[in-house]
């Protein structure tokens, strides 16, 4: 089915370490979004790509890596885990431009003890 | 920086009553899109307006979009448990899509 897929849904970690969450999209949207979604911030952009190999810093990019090799996929990398980075992250993608809707996973929640 | 400033923030209220969110800000955006989402789930895209002044329906949910492109309404008629849910608008504006920070309403039986 075409969509937008996050693994893992649910993850534990600890301070320290590094955390990849992947994202992969059967649209071939050129554009793709991290976002984080915390209460009382509501949602806030990490990283974006409008293509392959082409990223762009968000609104709350510290400690975060982003890499798209593919146009299909866009893995979200926190290099060394920190208790403030526990959180709700969302992928979406979007065709042409990136003021237009989004489409989003179903989310990943990360918890660093 | 572009703010989009939702309320209420909270509301809970009886199957059957009417209701109205507000998506405001004091920037002109060039479209303004509404989401629900449910938890455990990624926000869900309900409609996009692009002209000042547009209304479009969904069933019992009506969308407005201010005169000068810096608001937004969503009414809700006799709201139903299964409109239980996160609403969050987003503003499109200079390659940016700006999140409200959400309205959660509740439905109750």
């Known amino acids: 089915d075409a969509g937008i897929t996050q693994s893992p849904r649910y993850k534990i970690t600890e301070t320290g370490r590094q955390v990849t969450l992947m994202c992969h999209q059967t649209?071939?949207?050129?554009?793709m979004f991290w976002y984080r979604q915390d209460l009382g911030h509501g949602l806030r952009l990490i990283y974006y790509?409008?293509?392959?190999?082409?990223?762009d810093k968000g609104e709350v990019p510290d400690g975060y890596v982003v890499s798209r090799s593919k146009t299909e996929n866009f893995p979200l990398t926190l290099e060394s885990a920190t208790r403030s980075q526990t959180s709700v992250y969302f992928c979406?993608?979007?065709?042409?431009?990136?003021?237009?809707?989004?489409?989003f996973g179903d989310g990943t929640r990360l918890s660093i003890l | 920086t572009q703010l989009l400033e939702q309320s209420p923030q909270f509301l809970s209220i009886q199957e059957g009553e009417n209701l109205t969110v507000y998506c405001n800000s004091s920037?002109?955006?060039?479209?303004l899109q509404w989401y629900r989402q449910e938890p455990g789930e990624g926000p869900v895209l309900l409609v996009t307006v692009v002209t000042g002044g547009e209304v479009k329906k969904l069933k019992r949910l009506t969308f407005q979009f201010g005169d000068a492109r810096k608001d937004s309404s969503l009414h809700i008629t006799a709201a139903q448990p299964g409109d239980t849910g996160l609403y969050l608008c987003?503003?499109?504006?200079?390659?940016?899509?700006?999140f409200g920070k959400g309205t959660k309403l509740s439905v109750k039986p």
């Open positions: 920037s002109v955006f060039s479209s």
């Open positions: 979406a993608s979007s065709d042409v431009t990136d003021d237009q809707p989004q489409h």
């Open positions: 987003a503003g499109g504006s200079q390659g940016n899509l700006i």
């Open positions: 790509s409008a293509a392959a190999d082409i990223t």
């Open positions: 649209w071939s949207h050129s554009y």
